[in-house]
Structures are given as structure tokens and as C-alpha cells.
């Protein structure tokens, strides 16, 4: 379509239509609701995203995103050093923060192993992962990574790569989600959560 | 939960989950993927929101938008000067310029006449309305606003107000969505598309 507005506005709605989550048309809506609410909400966000902007660091540690390098989580001393949880990326790290799934510390590989898109070990995180385990405090490495082939052959290569350092190795069960009806779920999950099940 | 990662993080987090389109789960992976594309997303569009910020005005002829007054459809000399369609805010100006359903100059009343929401003539753009229309270029006064109760007695309400000024004023047609089924449709729909049925 022409332009109805100007070039600025036209950027902007532009930029924020390549934000996941939202597309062309909410780009438009999201942009005359934040010029709705300039004081509240368009000035302060431009001013939170430059400052995130400036200020953002990944974690040397485990690799999580933060502005303080080493992050919140590796900074917090309540949590147990003895147990390393390993996430493909941040977003599941947030996501186990999210669901309280473990009082660990975590380590971000940054990718799964995956042939087809060109990703080897040496594009992941893994030397440091081994230097965290070497230093001898962690006793049980989890692999959160997701149940996906990819991320099913990352475990096994990691869970090699730790088997000369005498830690616990486990992953994350399989089985029915909380609230899932077993109708709609596959039969893989199913099988599964057959397999695994618990004693009540 | 507690927090896992810095405070200008979760701020930005904060705000992005305030974004309509956006909630609070969605507002963390759209500031992780904004972090992820630092260079190409998160700075340009902090700068984005800054200028437009910094630039945005409202039209005084029609309620448009833009960062420049007259607005860039005010100033469009190839848009109809005898077409003038009234619209509820800006969002539907926008619409309707997406559709290219008209080449008519627009007219934005910041809202509909609302007795339950304390909305009265007086909190719309009524006096400028009417002073427009009484240039008497003017010739066509298409109302287009909702199909809902406010938006119809708003429309009734306008057409009383521009009697004196003998302009045709007109509405837009009700009827079945381009595309849509009749099987889904609402019976007012259904009704209304029936008694305005045109001939093949």
C-alpha cells in the first residue's frame, strides 16, 4: 500500500514487524497502541532497549544472557554446585528457571550437533563444558535438550565426551504432559511414558 | 520467579509483555531473539522508537498520524477532494488504506459516541467535522465505523449533524465477508446481506 504515515513511523512498524510474535498486521496495531501510550509505554520501551542494547553480556560461565558477567543465576550461592543442568539455549534455560525445575546450575551449549545445518561440536560450548566438570565439584550433569533427534544425538555425544570424568549423567523423562490427554499425544510419547512408568 | 538475569533485562521484558500482540511468555522470546539480532533489530528499532517518539504529531486536519502536519495523506494531492470518510481512530484509517477502498480524504473522530463509557460529541472530533465539511468542497460523507451499536448510533448521530450542510452522507454496505461462509456467519449478518443482495 502507499505510505499513510510517515517515514519514521513506517520504520518503525517495519522493525517491529520482525519481532517474533508479531507479524505485519500486529506490527501495525502494536505500533498505534504504543504511540497511544507515548509516555507509558513508547518512550520508556525505545529507552529499555537501548540501554539492554549497550549493556547486554553473555555469561562466561554458563553462557546465559544478562548484563553482569558472571550472570544472576552463577552469582547466586544458594544454588547447588554439584549438579549441572545442560540447555541447547537461554530460552530453555528461562524456561526450567520458569517452571523452578531445578536448584542447578546450567550451562548454555548454544546449538545441538545437527549435520544437515552444518553444526559441529567445535560450534558448541563444549570445551568449557568439560573445563566446568574437570574442576571436580559437579557430580551429575542433566542434558535438558529437547526430545528431538538433534537434540537426542547431542546427549549421546555429550554423555560420551563425560564418560572419562566420573560423573552421573541423566536426561530429562519422557512421558505424559501434565494435563495431556493421552488421546491426542503420539505414540512415540506414549510408548514412552509406558515404558517409564512409576510405581504409585 | 526469581529472577535469572539483570534488572535492565527484565525490564525490557516488562515492557515488551505490554506490547498488544505480545504477553508475558512471548515477551521473553522476543527479547531473547532482540538479543540474539543486536545489530540488525534490537539497536535500530530502540532508535526507531526514540525517533518516532521524539517526531510524532497528530494531523490538525484530519487526526491521521504522522510525523509531519498536514499529514501525508492530507497532502497527497491525487486523493479526492470531494470524498471525505469518517472512521473511529487511526487503526481503521490504516485498514482501509491497506483495502485501497478509497481515494477519499479521511476524517478521524478519536472515537464513538459511548453514554456507558462517559463517551459524549463533546470528546469527539465533531467541530472540526462539521468545519470541514462546511469548506464546502466537500460532496460525500462516508461514514465508516463498526457495525456495532456505538459505532451505529455514532453514525446516525453524525448524519443528523450534517443535514444542514446538504452533503450525501452514506455508510458502509453490511454482507457476507469476501471469502467467508455462510455456515459461520451471525444471522444480523446473514439478514442484512440478504435484504441488500444486488443483482449478477
Chains 1, 2 share one sequence.
Not at 41 to 56: D, K
Not at 65 to 80: F, N, Q
Not at 159 to 178: D, F, I, Q
Request: hydrophobic share 40%.
Amino acid at each position: 500500500m502507499a505510505s499513510v504515515t510517515g517515514p519514521e513511523i513506517e520504520r518503525l512498524i517495519q522493525l517491529l514487524a520482525r519481532v517474533p510474535g508479531l507479524g505485519p498486521r500486529s506490527a501495525r496495531r502494536a505500533a498505534l497502541q504504543l504511540i497511544k501510550k507515548r509516555e507509558q509505554l513508547l518512550g520508556p520501551l525505545a529507552e529499555a532497549m537501548r540501554v539492554a542494547n549497550e549493556r547486554i553480556l553473555t555469561c562466561t560461565t554458563c553462557g546465559n544472557v544478562d548484563t553482569s558477567d558472571p550472570c544472576t543465576l552463577c552469582r547466586d550461592e544458594r544454588r547447588d554446585p554439584t549438579t549441572l543442568v545442560v540447555v541447547e539455549d537461554v530460552a530453555d534455560l528461562w524456561a526450567l528457571e520458569r517452571a523452578n525445575a531445578t536448584t542447578g546450575q546450567y550451562h548454555v551449549l548454544g546449538g545441538v550437533l545437527s549435520p544437515l545445518d552444518g553444526v559441529g561440536p567445535k560450534d558448541l560450548s563444549l570445551d568449557r563444558l568439560i573445563a566446568r566438570v574437570a574442576e571436580g565439584e559437579i557430580r551429575e550433569v542433566i542434558l535438558a535438550l529437547n526430545a528431538t533427534v538433534d537434540g537426542q544425538t547431542t546427549a549421546h555425544y555429550v554423555t560420551e565426551l563425560l564418560a572419562p570424568h566420573g560423573v552421573k549423567v541423566s536426561r530429562l523423562a519422557h512421558g505424559v504432559p501434565v494435563g495431556g490427554e493421552l488421546d491426542y499425544l503420539d505414540e512415540g510419547t506414549l510408548a514412552a511414558a509406558m515404558r517409564q512408568r512409576t510405581a504409585m
